[in-house]
């Protein structure tokens, strides 16, 4: 099965810094048919459904701020958040489609505080 | 606007089957991916399991003996079963849709607590 690690677990960052979260797959993500990463990126809030912020790797979805990026490519992936707003607490969590059988696998989060 | 609301009993006895209905809003069910993931309290997420219409449905393997993920295009929700239940399976349940290799839109989540 493939296990998704990232890393830190946790970390700590200024208002107005840089934020950046890692994600390393134990096998090559694989891609989409229009040569995609299946990578996706999600926010989590207390009490709250995960948020979808990036897909296909790069791809923002509609509605999130252009101060969260995803890049990344193979097994190593990178979440980052500029200039840290008080609202970007929470936990994040990287995600991929993939494998042998097909599933989804999710990292074990990473919780960012101020 | 699609919209996901996840019913079902709070609490189930150990051994039992865990009965989890998604109602699906703004879009058919008949189209589309949606999935079950459950979260542990305190703890990160666990994909359960998939349907898709005119698609094999996919499970984790590790639960694959245990679940049944169905639908009905006349009420447009999907349900997930999981028979023979432990207190192992305590967690808030999510549907979601599944959409270019993520989800995209959740429902707000159900605790599910096995006990006798």
């Known amino acids: 099965d493939i296990v998704m690690t990232q890393s830190p677990d946790s970390l700590a960052v200024s208002l107005g810094e840089r934020a950046t979260i890692n994600c390393k797959s134990s096998q090559i993500v694989s891609k989409s048919s229009n040569n995609k990463y299946c990578l996706a990126w999600y926010q989590q809030k207390p009490g709250q459904p995960p948020k979808l912020l990036i897909y296909?790797?790069?791809t923002r979805e509609s509605g999130v701020p252009d101060r969260f990026s995803g890049s990344g490519s193979g097994t190593d992936f990178t979440l980052t958040i500029t200039s840290l707003q008080a609202e970007d607490v929470a936990v994040y969590y990287c995600q991929q489609f993939d494998g042998s059988p097909p599933m989804y696998t999710f990292g074990q989060g990473t919780r960012l505080e101020i | 606007q699609v919209q996901l609301q996840e019913s079902g009993p709070g609490l189930v006895k150990p051994s039992e089957t865990l009965s989890l209905t998604c109602a699906v809003s703004g879009v058919s069910v008949s189209r589309d991916y949606w999935s079950w993931i459950r979260q542990p309290a305190g703890k990160g997420l666990e994909w359960v399991g998939r349907?898709?219409?005119?698609?094999?449905?996919l499970y984790n393997p590790s639960l694959k003996s245990r679940v049944t993920v169905s639908i009905d295009t006349s009420k447009n929700q999907f349900s997930l079963e999981l028979n023979s239940v432990t207190a192992a399976d305590t967690a808030v349940y999510y549907c979601?849709?599944?959409?270019?290799?993520?989800?995209?839109?959740w429902g707000q989540g159900t605790m599910v607590i096995v006990s006798s």
């Open positions: 349907f898709s219409p005119g698609e094999s449905l």
């Open positions: 979601a849709r599944s959409i270019n290799s993520g989800f995209d839109i």
């Open positions: 296909w790797a790069t």
